[in-house]
């Protein structure tokens, strides 16, 4: 079991990122199609928790994680590896 730390975080904002990037997707686009807002893809692809919580990593729910997938055209195991 992996335990959700500011590394996995990181790594999943980088799996997020990246398939992000290469489709061509703003973040605020992205945003639109996973149904979260712009600020939520910038704390997820940052690793970062809340402005309020801002020493701790970010640790989406899985409706993010699934909305964030089909958006990216991507598994949300894909993401969460």
């Keep these: 079991m992996?335990?959700?730390d500011e590394t996995t975080a990181r790594a999943f904002?980088?799996?997020v990122r990246s398939p992000r990037q290469e489709a061509g997707l703003s973040q605020e686009s992205l945003a639109y199609r996973a149904g979260i807002t712009?600020?939520?893809v910038q704390l997820i692809e940052a690793g970062?928790?809340?402005a309020?919580?801002?020493d701790l990593p970010s640790?989406?729910?899985m409706r993010t994680v699934f909305g964030l997938a089909d958006a990216l055209?991507?598994?949300p195991g894909g993401l969460l590896e």
């Design 2 to 4: 992996v335990s959700w």
């Design 13 to 15: 904002g980088d799996r």
């Design 38 to 40: 712009k600020n939520q």
């Design 48 to 50: 970062r928790g809340s």
């Design 52 to 54: 309020r919580e801002s």
């Design 59 to 61: 640790n989406p729910r």
């Design 73 to 75: 055209g991507v598994s």
